[in-house]
């Protein structure tokens, strides 16, 4: 094509308004993602899309130099809707990769779209633990940058019985999160001679504790449990004003920052588990909670921190591909070459795509940090767990042995 026509077609595409692909454009990143950003979950939503976004924003809304086309779409915290949109940012948008689904639930449903599609997930929340486990093999276009649902709950366990506790009660949301939270702690708790007495269901969503908690055994020095959404404002209110003064072990969610703030002196000496705590006293957490803080007026919590280190590992990864998305097979490998040192602390891949990670015992505490000049909840670290994997300290090929954590499994052998 000589100069001059170039300088015709040119010419002929402005006065059309039509313009001409550029590189810019060729380069640009697509990137879906799923939240329930309405519904009972939508604060939780807000925050897993806020943590992104505001990575994004950080960096010109660029990652690893690419320019990033941002798409949330609702899925409600349902994992059927959860699938709808999928199929719609992979058919309609185009995307290069989808991310997030909030419930275990919603990830079991959202990964097998990736291997149909050939599309890679990314799971920034979803915590479902056999994912990256036995079922890995089923999902080579999924990885995780958050978490199992068992993996900071089998330390917990651990914490459990090295302070002395000797029989517990489990009350955790009836679905697959509660499940697998209970199960890694009940696992590793009776493992080091501990019994859990008896284990309760009440269904996700539930408002009223009343029917569960008289029937507590009386025997049980703590309570472990595993409240999401609502049920984490509802549960330790509820319990506390029926005069029951048992410790409370809990899943990290339970005590989250989303929530912390809505709850009152009730739950201080709570204590949890989980990979993240706004209160980690260190430079690069610190700088990230201030700057979260001035940003939305809230402490971040660990669906803002999961998805702001989500987005810093893609960042990395698009650099080390040189500008570019290589493709999903490519993209993992790459992800698996990165250890990154994010606000929750050190994180690497393992080779089965799940993070390895510290787990932070924490304890709510009233206290001023950071700067701060008034008296707030904090999830006060209390012992940390360096370099976590998901099979805990039983190896890979001894946790893979067992069946995954599920209503039924461990048993309730204690149970009477």
Not at 234 to 245: D, E, H, S, Y
Not at 353 to 366: D, F, L, Q, W
Request: some cysteine; charged content about 25%; aromatic content about 12%.
């Amino acid at each position: 094509m000589t100069n001059k026509l170039q300088r015709v077609l040119m010419g002929s595409c402005l006065a059309l308004g039509l313009g001409l692909t550029t590189q810019a454009n060729a380069e640009e990143l697509r990137i879906g993602y799923i939240s329930p950003v309405t519904g009972i979950f939508a604060q939780v939503g807000k925050d897993m899309v806020d943590g992104f976004q505001m990575y994004l924003d950080e960096h010109g809304g660029k990652l690893g130099g690419m320019d990033v086309k941002f798409i949330v779409e609702d899925d409600q915290g349902k994992p059927d809707a959860g699938v709808t949109k999928a199929k719609k940012l992979i058919l309609q948008d185009k995307v290069h990769m989808f991310i997030g689904g909030l419930l275990a639930s919603t990830g079991y449903a959202l990964a097998p779209i990736s291997t149909s599609e050939k599309t890679l997930y990314i799971s920034s929340v979803s915590s479902a633990d056999d994912l990256t486990q036995r079922q890995l093999s089923k999902y080579p276009y999924f990885l995780r940058t958050s978490w199992t649902s068992s993996l900071p709950h089998q330390p917990l366990g651990q914490w459990a019985c090295d302070n002395g506790f000797k029989k517990v009660i489990v009350i955790a949301a009836d679905y697959a999160f509660g499940y697998e939270t209970a199960g890694g702690f009940q696992k590793v708790f009776e493992d080091c001679g501990g019994k859990v007495v008896q284990k309760i269901w009440p269904p996700l969503g539930t408002k009223d504790f009343g029917p569960y908690i008289p029937t507590f055994k009386a025997d049980a020095d703590a309570i472990f449990t595993t409240m999401v959404g609502p049920m984490a404002l509802q549960f330790p209110k509820q319990l506390r004003g029926a005069g029951v003064k048992l410790p409370i072990l809990g899943s990290g969610v339970s005590y989250d920052e989303f929530v912390l703030p809505f709850m009152g002196d009730e739950v201080i000496g709570d204590v949890s588990a989980l990979h993240y705590s706004a209160a980690i006293d260190t430079p690069k957490n610190q700088a990230f909670v201030k700057a979260y803080r001035a940003k939305f007026g809230k402490v971040p919590g660990y669906y803002s921190e999961n998805n702001y280190t989500t987005a810093m590992w893609l960042d990395e990864a698009i650099k080390k591909a040189g500008g570019k998305y290589p493709g999903p097979e490519e993209f993992i490998k790459i992800m698996a070459s990165i250890k990154l040192d994010a606000p929750r602390g050190p994180v690497e891949l393992d080779e089965n795509r799940n993070p390895i990670e510290n787990v932070y015992i924490k304890k709510v505490e009233k206290k001023k940090m950071f700067g701060y000049d008034k008296d707030e909840l904090w999830n006060t670290v209390i012992k940390t767990y360096p370099k976590v994997s998901q099979f805990w300290t039983y190896g890979k090929e001894k946790f893979l042995a067992q069946p995954v954590y599920d209503r039924d499994f461990p048993p309730c052998k204690n149970c009477e």
